[in-house]
């Protein structure tokens, strides 16, 4: 997920019974249906049940202090996450991690012998050329 699908992300999109997220992805408006894992499902309750202010907004992720507002713009900073559960130890210089897992994420899947069409769709890239850039691969080396 890019992070403007993170920051609109809403409750109702979670579908626990089946253990999915589904969004229609910000950037390239393909809708995109993702496995809800147990150690993420985990790591949302206890946000839900610990961390996130009661409110009537339908976003899942919300501003750490008050106002309690929805993010706005494509930012979200590590560090207006993890201050309400107290995990706030990013400097400055390193709020935003979302290029960086995304890079990870490709390298790894990569590694382990994915396509690189199937990490394109994780991706959501429509060019196998955005997702060699993630991935820091060429064609042989991913046998595309």
């Known amino acids: 997920m890019?992070?403007?699908?993170?920051?609109?992300?809403?409750?109702?999109?979670?579908?626990?019974?089946?253990s999915t997220i589904e969004v229609t992805q910000s950037k390239t408006g393909t809708p995109l249906r993702?496995?809800?894992?147990?150690?993420?499902?985990?790591?949302?309750?206890?946000?839900?049940?610990?961390?996130r202010p009661q409110t009537a907004h339908r976003e899942v992720f919300?501003?750490?202090?008050?106002?309690?507002?929805?993010?706005?713009?494509?930012?979200?900073?590590?560090?207006?996450?993890?201050?309400?559960?107290?995990?706030?130890?990013?400097s400055d210089r390193t709020k935003?991690?979302?290029?960086?897992?995304?890079?990870?994420?490709?390298?790894?899947?990569?590694?382990k012998g994915t396509p690189l069409t199937t990490i394109a769709e994780i991706l959501g890239h429509t060019s196998l050329e955005s997702t060699r850039i993630y991935a820091k691969a060429n064609v042989e080396a991913c046998g595309a």
């Open 2 to 18: 890019r992070v403007g699908d993170i920051r609109t992300l809403k409750l109702d999109q979670l579908h626990w019974e089946d």
């Open 34 to 51: 993702l496995p809800l894992t147990s150690e993420v499902g985990e790591a949302l309750i206890d946000y839900l049940k610990s961390a």
């Open 62 to 90: 919300l501003k750490a202090n008050p106002p309690f507002d929805p993010f706005k713009g494509n930012n979200l900073h590590t560090s207006s996450l993890l201050a309400p559960a107290g995990r706030n130890t990013i």
């Open 96 to 111: 935003t991690r979302h290029p960086s897992l995304r890079h990870t994420l490709a390298t790894r899947l990569l590694e």
